[in-house]
């Protein structure tokens, strides 16, 4: 009888460590799977951040000469006629030293709205090319919106642009998904040797002439970047800033 006893408890003894170690497990699994779910997320653009590049479309300097002109007559200044012909298919509307900038928006924001067209759009470039910004002519749509938001943007990650084997410039190449791809294959296909501006936070940070329709939904941010800079950008797409 103490034999059959002993034999029965060393038998639940075993069906209980076994239970337990099973619960271990299971327990390893989610934490596990939890570890890797958050890890993934991780690498999950950030929708509301990638919403704030936007792509717009853009006016030649030629299209709107007269009324940047009008703008300066208006202010009776001639700060803003710094563009010259040669430029005259650019977006650029002017360019300016950082200082000269706030008297600039200071005259389009009181002119601007009676003398520019609705869908107009003034905007500075992120960075200074030998000490000056420069400042780009949107073309918005009927509601003042751009052509297209980020928000299709999958992946993003820091490339380095190459010519000969010599390292040029930095840059962000972005993937989107297959809705974005076509609304990009769109607009490029509708502004060939025209130029498509990328802008972030209110600051174009390229406007790069498009030479052909882009397929496939794969692009590149240009805009004079140190490698940190970009690196900083695409952590704010996945996130982590």
Known sequence: MKLFLTRTIQVLSILMLMACAGAFL????????SKSDKEQQKNIIDKTAAAQIVFYETYQYNDIAQYIIKLSEAA?????????????ESPCVCYAPQSDTAAINAIIEKYGKDILPADLKLMWTQKTEHDYLNLIALK?????????????????EVTEQKYNGYVTGIAISIALDEEGGK?????????????VAIVYKDKVYSYPIVNSQIDGGRLEITGNFTKQEAKDLVNVLYGKK
């Open 76 to 88: 009776g200044d001639q700060i803003l006629i710094k563009n010259i012909a040669t430029y005259g």
């Open 183 to 195: 609304q990009f294959s769109r607009l490029t296909a509708q502004n060939i040797n025209r130029a």
């Open 140 to 156: 918005t749509d009927a509601s003042g919106k751009p052509a297209m938001t980020g928000e299709s943007i999958v992946e993003a």
């Open 26 to 33: 299971t327990s390893c699994k989610n934490e596990q799977k």
